[in-house]
């Protein structure tokens, strides 16, 4: 579900409502896990994306992760930690190495699940945003929970303000005022489990097959919400996230690490933090 | 109760809330003020008279302070189709309670757009006679308002003082410190510390606003009547948030 806002005539509404309905009942038909589509133009364009990431973030960022999601029950909320066995066995199907683009399709290697989770979300954004602009509608955001694109101006005729939902308190860790720019965060807060005390995320890091370590939240921000929702993904994995963020210059990050440390990365943007 | 008398036992209250400020806004807002022990019992039909004039297609609701009837009104609401939101998102019926000072008849009123909204139909008064009929003096006090807006859950940060009509300062929250003003009808002082500001002194007969709790929240207000005096925490306001 989505929050959407714009400013129009209420036909100009309910047509734009409409409009961003049907894009995102298009990407949860293409994109969702028990999805089987790999020829449609979507799935192609947007897999090229993907792989791009895939490149620059040395295998950080991977589609390929579905298996790992499944072993740890993330896909049914059948939450546990995997025996060692299943994790070798699911780090066999691993890596978009194992993925090839033939005759139009994609040809995925056994046991390859993909999750566009890191990625779709995003992509849902920028369309929706691109269909309303040519709409004529100026100005606007459309929120897809943790990701968002704003453009225009909002109401006061500002930047739009957006809280960044803090990753341990309620509230926010600080306010981003953006415009004409998309926003993703990605947080070990958003989907987990504990177990004999330990925190077990939804993020995982695809070269280990274990959640990801060292941070709390990620947020991007910058021109496409599809890269900004997989770039979050890719720096929250990584350990060296300033390396994969010089190759995106048009983007900005806001890393919370573990300790509750708050660091920006990137193109500089203006945050404000709330403590 | 008349509506006259009503606002005025208002007026004495604590507004904790930032709901009745805000209802100058000029937009299509309603707010219902209902005095009463069991707000549940009217609560519905209530706000089935303000959905004829705001948010007709209104569907989600908050509560933005713990409420003594809470999981009755949320029931009530949920049975009508509506959906309750928590965390930072958008919602339609923000619902606070205060608790007033001296118990007052049961009653209620509502204001629409900044102003007394003088509605009247067979079963607004119905209701009216039924509150009054049946049901004992009550402190409690359900402010139910109807305006599309943000949950701030975030803290404030500085805090708006003014007195006799005017602003006399506005104070960053984060510096610790103790104020005292003289407005025309007496005196009062503040105190601010931890992000938070308090009434810590006022000449006022009542001491409501002494009694109510701090305020850190943007639009949180603590209002002295008697003293023409309130302070409201300020900004930053946001459009929306995620993550």
Known sequence: ?275 | MDRRRFFQTLLAAPLLAPLFGETGSGLKDCTLYLIGENPHVFFYPLLEEMQKVALPQAKYFHFLHPHPQQHLLRGILLTHGWQEKVGPTQIDLAISFCRLKNKAAPSFSFVKSGQIWDARSWTLRSIWKEMNQNNPPSSCLTIASLMGRTIETHKGESILLCADGRKREELSLKEERRLSFSTHKGHISIQIAGGEARVSDSSCRGKVCLYSPPISHPGERIICAPNHFFMEIQGPSLDTAIG
């Open chain 1, 1 to 275: 579900m989505c929050e959407l806002k714009v400013f129009c005539s209420p036909s100009q509404f309910k047509a734009a409502k409409e409009a961003v309905n049907a894009v995102f009942t298009d990407i949860e038909a293409h994109f969702s896990p028990e999805s089987t589509d790999y020829s449609s133009e979507i799935v192609l364009s947007l897999y090229q994306k993907a792989y791009t990431l895939y490149l620059d973030s040395g295998g950080k960022f991977d589609i390929s992760v579905g298996a790992l999601s499944k072993i740890w029950g993330f896909h049914d909320q059948s939450y546990r930690v995997p025996t060692l066995e299943e994790l070798d066995g699911a780090m066999r199907s691993v890596g978009m190495d194992k993925i090839q683009i033939r005759d139009g399709r994609l040809i995925l290697a056994p046991g390859v699940q993909l999750d566009w989770g890191g990625i779709a979300k995003g992509y849902g954004l920028d369309l929706a945003a691109n269909i309303l602009k040519t709409k004529g509608l100026s100005n606007g955001f459309v929120n897809a929970g943790g990701d968002l694109y704003c453009w225009g101006t909002n109401p006061d005729g500002g930047s739009w303000r957006i809280g960044i939902k803090h990753p341990r308190k309620s509230g926010f860790s600080g306010i981003l005022s953006i415009s004409d720019e998309g926003a993703a965060t990605t947080g070990d807060y958003q989907r987990f489990f504990i177990e004999n005390g330990t925190r077990y995320h939804h993020v995982f890091d695809p070269h280990s097959g274990f959640p990801a370590k060292g941070k709390q939240s990620v947020t991007v921000v910058g021109p496409e919400a599809t890269f900004c929702d997989a770039l979050s993904t890719a720096l929250f994995v990584s350990a060296h996230p300033g390396s994969i963020l010089d190759k995106y210059p048009r983007y900005s990050a806001i890393i919370i690490d573990s300790d509750g440390n708050l660091t920006t990365l990137g193109k500089p943007v203006i945050f404000v933090s709330v403590e």
